[in-house]
């Protein structure tokens, strides 16, 4: 078989319009089934270079400024502040309340063109961050955070959405579990670049040091954005004006249609809202964000009182991190090539909920810290499984959205209380806290079986409506050229070959 490097040498422009051409149907129109498999292959390895490292660089940035407060905070923000215990877990609660209040901004990346949305945003949130570095009073950084959930409500949740315009169904998964990958991976630089800063000796505040060097580089970010993000495929200029029509091939395989931006159907949004299957995913979602929440902004203060020092609480929270990110990226990939992301959370959601059950069982210092690497390796990739689940078994872009804005509204609730479970007058086991984030990990688990089985149900009735997959595939090609007399039917979007992923 030949490499991607043969094949580049090989498909000169002209032998590349050559293909394009003798695939192309009566209406001037590529389709999707035609498409040499290495021309693809081509444009999908172009995508991974330049968006998905792009929207993950961006949420790293944001994951960043979000759970800095942790470090801050025992860097000398809470003796500046007068941060008292519920002060402090205020100031993580006020900005899940603006995020939440604000999830709807996500259909705005179906309107607004990305490029100008994602600007926006990005220019908002680092502002916000960056300012944080000159507040003198509890009140002002309350309202700081209120503004950074309202600016960072606008692309965190958005981005799957987004890289949906640009992925097949059995694709988004891994590049999803990259996108989300950078928040552990924040959270393993947020540790090593803490404890930089926090060992030296600048001329004013560490924490406010903390705040400008992990602000200001988001502001610079935006800029990117603006220049470097596609709004879609078939408009990347990255892509060459043959690439382009594979890319629109792609979107009419997936949703109908080419062009992905602009315009959403109501009624669909409406059948999205009402989905019993969307409600299930938004209660894993909410039972996962009460640990997802809670461990980044707590583990400096949870590894403190076990009595590391401030600094080196800061560097151990690195590895745990950074095993999670690992699996992040591992797990959703096995799931896209098995087609079975139930599998999968039931085993990720099981491993996160026995690390909590060692952090509020153990004594011992080795034990709890080994337990801390459990609920890191499950959580973070847990999330990374349950947002392409939504984004696999919504069959119209539309519903995609919708699928996606409920499961942040639901979801985006269970930080509210994830915020509040380490009071300090809980220390320094936090057994409380712990067993509620062990509890609703293990909640998942039966979520996970539960919406799984309700998925097998609804494939045997799509098999007994529509014949099986085999069946079906026999008859696609035939089916194509019946659509509108040419062009592509959109098997992806509740076709008969759309069935649900395990």
Wanted: charged residues 20%; glycine residues 10%.
């Amino acid at each position: 078989m030949r490499n991607a490097v043969d094949v580049e040498k090989e498909d000169s422009p002209e032998r590349v319009e050559d293909k394009i051409e003798s695939r192309e149907g009566e209406g001037g129109e590529l389709r999707h089934s035609d498409i040499d498999p290495e021309l693809d292959r081509r444009v999908r390895r172009k995508l991974d270079m330049r968006v998905v490292p792009l929207v993950m660089s961006l949420y790293l940035l944001a994951f960043l400024d979000r759970s800095n407060i942790g470090n801050a905070r025992i860097a000398g923000m809470a003796d500046d502040l007068s941060l008292t215990s519920d002060r402090y877990d205020w100031l993580l609660t006020i900005f899940y309340i603006s995020y939440i209040l604000f999830e709807p901004q996500v259909i705005m990346w179906k309107l607004v063109p990305p490029h100008i949305w994602a600007t926006f945003c990005v220019f908002g949130w680092g502002l916000v961050s960056t300012v944080q570095a000159g507040i003198h009073t509890w009140a002002a950084e309350m309202a700081l955070r209120f503004f950074m959930g309202v600016t960072e409500a606008g692309y965190g949740p958005g981005i799957p959405y987004l890289l949906s315009f640009f992925y097949l169904r059995h694709e988004v998964g891994l590049r999803v579990g990259f996108f989300l990958s950078a928040a552990p991976l924040a959270n393993t630089f947020a540790g090593a670049l803490a404890f930089g800063i926090t060992s030296g000796s600048p001329g004013i505040a560490k924490w406010r040091v903390l705040f400008l060097v992990e602000g200001l580089p988001t502001i610079v970010m935006a800029a990117v954005a603006f220049f470097f993000l596609p709004d879609s495929p078939e408009k990347a200029k990255f892509l060459n004006e043959e690439e382009k029509k594979v890319a629109k091939a792609r979107g009419v395989h997936q949703a109908g249609k080419g062009t992905r931006v602009g315009g959403v159907k109501w009624k669909e949004l409406g059948q999205g809202l009402s989905d019993p299957k969307g409600w299930i995913l938004g209660l894993m979602y909410f039972s996962c964000n009460v640990s997802f929440s809670s461990l980044p902004v707590f583990l400096p203060t949870i590894l403190k009182e076990m009595g590391f020092s401030a600094i080196n609480a800061q560097g151990l929270t690195a590895p745990p991190f950074f095993l999670s990110f690992l699996i992040t990226i591992l797990t959703p990939w096995i799931a896209d090539r098995t087609q079975q992301r139930g599998i999968m959370l039931i085993i990720l959601t099981l491993i996160g909920g026995i690390g909590y059950v060692i952090l509020a069982a153990a004594k011992t210092v080795a034990a709890r810290y080994f337990g801390v690497f459990m609920s890191a390796a499950g959580i973070f990739p847990a999330i990374a499984n349950i947002l392409p689940w939504v984004l696999n078994n919504q069959g119209s872009d539309t519903r995609r959205g919708a699928g996606i804005v409920l499961l942040n509204l639901i979801g985006q609730c269970g930080p509210l209380l994830g915020t509040r479970l380490y009071p300090s007058s809980e220390g320094p086991f936090y057994v409380k806290g712990q067993a509620v984030c062990a509890a609703f990990m293990f909640f998942t688990t039966v979520l996970v079986i539960t919406l799984r089985t309700i998925l097998v149900w609804e494939n045997k009735k799509l098999d007994r409506e529509y014949g099986t997959l085999q069946e079906q595939k026999r008859a696609a090609r035939e089916a194509e050229l019946r659509r509108e007399g040419r062009g592509e039917l959109a098997v992806e979007n509740y076709g008969p070959l759309f069935r649900y992923v395990l």
